[in-house]
C-alpha cells in the first residue's frame, strides 16, 4: 500500500521520462511526511528523502503523483503525468546533508534505468516553474550529481553577445519553455546554474546557456510519450 493517498493514473497514457527534485520547506521531515500524507492538502511525490539519508516511498512511480503543479519544460506541460518528484527534507536556509544526498546517488539510478530517463532529463523544480518555485534552491549541489552521471553542467564557452532574446531563445531549447518574464527565465537558470549571480545576462549566462542548449537541445532529448 502506498503511505500517500494523493495520486492518479498518468493522463494519455503517459510514462515518466523527466524527474523533478524538490525541497520540502517544512520545520521537519516528520511535519513533510505527514503533509504529503494529507488527504486533504492534496500534495504528494513519489519518494521522500530525510536528511538522515532514510528513503520513504509514497507513491508507486508508475501512477501520477502530485508534486510539479502549473508549469512546462520543453514539450511537457504536464509534467506531474511524465515525471518521478523526489523530495528532500530541507527548510530552503542550510546545505544538504551528506548522507541525504547520498541516499539521493543511490535512488536515482534506479528510476533513471526503470523509466530510461538520460542526465540531462533530471531537473528542479524551479526549473519547470521559473518565477513561482525555487526548489531545490541554491545550495543544492547539481555539481555533485553531474559528476556521478545523475545530472549535467555545462562547460563555459562563447555565446554570443549578451542581451535578454538571445538568452531566452537558447533557454527555450534547453528546455525553459514555461511562460514566463526574461527575468523570471534568467532568475531559474541562474538558480541552478550560476547560484548568487546578479544583474543583467552577461557573457558568462550566454556561454553556459549555448553550451546547455547546443549539447542538450530539449527536442532532441525528450522521448515520445
Known sequence: MPLSPNHGP??????????????TAMESHDAALARLCDPTAEVSAHWLISGTG??????PEERRAWHAGAGRWGAVDDVNSRSIGIELYNRGDHPFAGPQMAALEELLPGIMARWRVPPERIIGHSDMAPGRKDDPGPRFDWQRLARRGLSIWPE???????GPHAFDDLARQFG???????????????????????????????????????????????PAS
Open 10 to 23: 498518468r493522463r494519455l497514457g503517459a510514462r515518466p521520462d523527466l524527474v523533478v527534485i524538490h525541497f
Open 54 to 59: 532514510d528513503v520513504t516511498a509514497l507513491v
Open 156 to 162: 563555459p564557452g562563447p555565446g554570443g553577445a549578451p
Open 176 to 222: 525553459y519553455t514555461a511562460d514566463v518574464t526574461h527575468a523570471q527565465r534568467l532568475a531559474a537558470f541562474r538558480l541552478r546554474f550560476r547560484p548568487y549571480a546578479t544583474g543583467p545576462v552577461d557573457a558568462t549566462d550566454m556561454g553556459l546557456i549555448a553550451d546547455l542548449a547546443h549539447r542538450f537541445p530539449v527536442d532532441r532529448t525528450a
